[in-house]
C-alpha cells in the first residue's frame, strides 16, 4: 500500500469513536483536534459547533442525560482544555458519561505555545485523564475511556499530541472489541424481603408520606410504581428539578421539591411525618437540607442508599434495590389502609393554588420575566 492509501492515525481514531457508537459530537475545532473532526464528519458523526468550549461539554451534558448515551465533545489543546474546569465538576456530580477528545501539544516540538500539563488540571474536577502517546494503543484506549465513561458515570478526556494523530497508521487494520459489547449487562437489584419488611412497617406507622422522586426513578421507570405507592398510603407526589414531570398530571404532586418549590407545597411538606426519597441522590438543594420536612422521617430506595450526603445526614432508613423493583416491593408489603391525609379538597387546593401569591409590582416600561 502506497503511503497515498494508507490512513492516518487520525482516521483511525475517528473510526473508533464510531464503533462506539457516536453519532452527535459538540465541538470548538483548533489545531490538535481538527483533522480527527473533520474525518469524525466524514464518517456519517453529526457534529454541532458551539462559541465556547465550556458550551461543548455542557450540551455533551444534556445529550447524555437525555439520551442515556455517552455524550462526546471535542475542543483544542492548552487553553481550550482549561476552558473545561467549570463544566467538567457539573458533570463529575451528576454522574454524566462523557468523553471529551481534547488533543495534545505536539510531541515533536521543544516549545509549543498553547502546550501545558493538562493532566492535572483535569483530575482536579474529578474527571479522569487519559494521555494517550502510542500510536498502536489509540483505538484501545478510547475503547477504554468510553468503558470506565458508562461504568464509572463521569467524564474521561482524551489528551492525544496532534503530531501523532497526523502519523501513517501503522497498527492493525481490527479495532478492538467496542465497550458496549464488553460492559457486563447486570439486571436490576431486587429487594432483600428482610428490608422490605422493615420498610413496610415504617410506611404502616406514617400518616402523612410524600414519595419523592428522581433521577433515578426516571431511569428506572419507577413513576407508575411511585404513583401506586403514594395512592396506598393516602401521600403526596414530589420530584427533584430534574426529574420535574414524573408526575405532571397527577392530582396529588406538589411538584418540584427544593429551591422551586410552590407555596402550597412547602405547607404540606412541613406537615409530612415520612419522606420516600426514591432514586435520589439526597443533594442538599434537593431538600433544603432537611429544613423543608423537619419533622419528617426519611426512606431512601436506591440502588446505593445514602445516610451522609454532603455534610449533612440525610436518611436514617433505607431500602437497597432498584427503584422501580424497590417501590413495588415495598407497595405490595403494605396493609390496605383509610386514606387520613389525602382529599379531594387537598387535590383542589394543589390545583388551583399559584405557586408564589407574592405580588411583584413591575415599573413602566420594564419586561416581566415571568410573561
Not at 436506591?302 to 436514617?316: F, T
Not at 389525602?342 to 413602566?364: G, L, N, Q, Y
Request: aromatic share 6%; net charge positive; charged share 20%.
Amino acid at each position: 500500500m502506497t503511503n497515498e492509501a494508507k490512513p492516518r492515525v487520525y482516521d483511525v481514531l475517528a473510526k473508533a469513536f464510531i464503533q462506539e457508537g457516536v453519532s452527535t459530537c459538540f465541538t470548538l475545532m483548533g489545531d490538535a483536534n481538527m483533522n480527527w473532526a473533520a474525518r469524525l464528519r466524514q464518517q456519517g458523526c453529526r457534529m454541532i459547533f458551539v462559541r465556547h468550549e465550556h458550551c461543548a461539554v455542557a450540551a455533551a451534558m444534556a445529550y447524555a442525560r437525555k439520551t442515556s448515551e455517552v455524550g462526546v465533545a471535542t475542543v483544542t489543546c492548552g487553553p481550550g482544555v482549561t476552558q473545561l474546569i467549570t463544566a467538567l465538576p457539573a458533570a463529575v456530580r451528576a454522574h454524566l458519561p462523557l468523553v471529551v477528545f481534547g488533543g495534545e501539544a505536539p510531541l515533536r516540538s521543544s516549545w509549543y505555545n498553547q502546550g501545558i500539563d493538562q493532566a492535572p488540571i483535569i483530575k482536579a474536577t474529578g474527571a479522569d485523564y487519559h494521555p494517550l502517546h502510542l500510536p498502536e494503543r489509540m483505538p484501545i484506549g478510547i475503547r477504554d475511556a468510553f468503558l470506565q465513561a458508562r461504568r464509572e458515570r463521569r467524564p474521561v478526556v482524551l489528551g492525544i499530541p496532534f503530531d501523532l494523530q497526523d502519523r501513517l497508521w501503522d497498527g492493525p487494520e481490527k479495532l478492538p472489541t467496542s465497550s458496549r459489547e464488553l460492559l457486563p449487562r447486570s439486571s436490576p437489584i431486587p429487594p432483600h424481603p428482610d428490608d422490605v419488611a422493615k420498610a413496610a412497617k415504617l410506611v404502616a406507622e406514617a400518616e402523612r408520606v410524600v414519595v419523592f422522586a428522581g433521577l433515578g426513578a426516571v431511569a428506572a421507570k419507577a413513576g407508575p410504581a411511585c404513583r401506586a405507592l403514594a395512592a396506598k398510603t393516602g401521600g403526596l407526589l414530589t420530584t427533584t428539578l430534574p426529574a420535574r414531570g414524573l408526575f405532571h398530571d397527577d392530582l396529588y404532586c406538589i411538584g418540584i421539591t427544593g429551591s422551586f418549590s410552590t407555596e402550597v407545597g412547602l405547607e404540606y411538606l412541613a406537615q409530612a411525618d415520612l419522606v420516600i426519597a426514591v432514586g435520589h441522590s439526597l443533594s442538599y438543594f434537593a431538600g433544603g437540607g432537611g429544613q423543608l420536612f423537619r419533622k419528617a422521617k426519611m426512606l431512601h430506595i436506591d440502588i446505593d442508599p445514602r445516610a451522609i450526603r454532603q455534610g449533612q445526614e440525610v436518611a436514617r432508613h433505607h431500602l437497597r434495590a432498584d427503584a422501580r423493583l424497590g417501590v413495588e416491593a415495598l407497595t405490595a408489603a403494605l396493609p390496605a389502609r383509610s386514606t387520613i391525609w389525602r382529599t379531594e379538597a387537598m387535590a383542589a387546593r394543589i390545583r388551583d393554588s399559584k405557586p408564589d401569591s407574592h405580588v411583584f409590582e413591575i415599573e413602566p416600561g420594564l419586561l416581566d420575566p415571568r410573561d
